[in-house]
């Protein structure tokens, strides 16, 4: 189809509740990507997926934080028992080859407020 | 891990005007795209560019490899221009994840 795509754009929580964010990758793009972008700062690289596996949870700030991907399609992260520095964008990628040799793409992210 | 540092970090020019964005990075690459982030977060692909040189109408990259480091131009500016430029690479040896500049925050003023 179209880009990636993620649910909700929007989703405010309070402090404490658990949160699950969902990415719709790029229909036969192999690898899926998930970065975080706080406010007035750059991209944190969070995990990294090849099909279904995750080769790289290197930059997954805390415990609280998980990720899973069904085959080589949806992707969810999940985040428990959130925290207010939790807020930020959550954005998703995808790209077709693996290995980071090809061109991610970008959807338009998740807007994660904590209150 | 891999450092990138991108320059100016703002830039204000008139529209018209063209202008280099920079970004430097501190070891080799086997990915280098830049983006445009626009005003409502979107990350737009401009380039994926790990060497060599590429033209988009009035955007064009140059990256050379052997010495770190990334060229973004864009000439003749509009006010749609506007909005963040950030550079991102993979390592060579490291993790596939991108790593992001901070950003050059543009501003094309009618």
């Known amino acids: 189809g179209a880009g990636v795509s993620q649910s909700p754009s929007n989703k405010v929580t309070e402090k404490g509740k658990d949160v699950e964010l969902r990415c719709d990758p790029i229909s036969g793009h192999t690898a899926l990507y998930w970065y975080r972008q706080r406010l007035g700062q750059g991209l944190e690289f969070l995990i990294y997926?090849?099909?279904?596996?995750?080769?790289?949870k290197s930059g997954l700030p805390s415990d609280r934080f998980s990720a899973e991907r069904t085959g080589e399609s949806v992707s969810t992260l999940t985040i428990q028992r959130t925290q207010q520095e939790d807020s930020a964008v959550y954005l998703c990628?995808?790209?077709?080859?693996?290995?980071?040799?090809?061109?991610?793409?970008f959807g338009p992210g998740t807007r994660l407020t904590v209150l | 891990g891999i450092q990138v540092e991108q320059s100016p970090p703002d830039l204000i020019l008139q529209e018209g005007a063209n202008s280099t964005l920079r970004c430097n990075f501190s070891d080799s690459v086997n990915n280098l795209q830049w983006f445009h982030q626009n005003p409502w977060g979107q990350l737009i692909n401009l380039f994926y560019i790990p060497s060599g040189t590429k033209q988009n109408g009035r955007l064009s990259a140059t990256t050379v490899a052997t010495e770190r480091y990334s060229l973004l131009y864009i000439s003749s500016s509009q006010t749609t221009d506007s909005g963040v430029y950030f550079c991102a690479v993979v390592s060579g040896g490291g993790a596939d994840g991108l790593t992001f500049g901070k950003g050059t925050h543009l501003i094309i003023q009618p």
């Open positions: 997926f090849q099909g279904n596996s995750a080769p790289d």
């Open positions: 990628a995808s790209s077709f080859r693996t290995s980071g040799l090809d061109t991610q793409y």
